[in-house]
C-alpha cells in the first residue's frame, strides 16, 4: 500500500528549478515531521531538508538558501522547491514520513544541459 506519492522530478537544465510534491493521508501527515532525502548513484542517502508538524525547518548545510521545503496542512502534502540547480543535485528524492517510517517511491531529478 503507498502511503507517500510523490511527483515533480525530471529533466532540468543548470540553473533551473523544479518543485517536488508529496501527498500521504491526512493521519500520516499530521503527525510528526515530514522530509525530503535524495541518493546520488554511489552515495549514501542525505537529508536535504525537513519540516515539523508545526513547520520548523532544517536543512542540509550546503543547501541552504537554493532549496525550500514547505507544507500545505490542506492538501496533506509537502514541497520541495528545488531553485538554481546545479548537475551535483541530480539524484533520486525520497519523501519521508519520520514519525511513520515511510517512506516515497522516488523521483528522479536530472540536472544536465
Known amino acids: 500500500q503507498v502511503q507517500l506519492v510523490e511527483s515533480g522530478g525530471g529533466l532540468v537544465q543548470p540553473g533551473g528549478s523544479l518543485r517536488l510534491s508529496c501527498a500521504a493521508s491526512?493521519?500520516?501527515?499530521?503527525?510528526?515531521?515530514m522530509g525530503w532525502y535524495r541518493q546520488a548513484p554511489g552515495k549514501q542517502r542525505e537529508l536535504v531538508a525537513r519540516?515539523?508538524?508545526?513547520?520548523?525547518?532544517n536543512y542540509a548545510d550546503s543547501l541552504k538558501g537554493r532549496f525550500t521545503i514547505s507544507r500545505d496542512n490542506a492538501k496533506n502534502t509537502v514541497y520541495l522547491q528545488m531553485n538554481s540547480l546545479k548537475p551535483e543535485d541530480t539524484a533520486v528524492y525520497y519523501c519521508?514520513?519520520?514519525?511513520?517510517?515511510?517512506w516515497g517511491q522516488g523521483t528522479q531529478v536530472t540536472v544536465s544541459s
Open positions: 491526512r493521519t500520516i501527515f499530521s503527525i510528526g515531521a
Open positions: 519540516i515539523t508538524s508545526g513547520g520548523t525547518t
Open positions: 519521508n514520513a519520520e514519525f511513520w517510517g515511510y
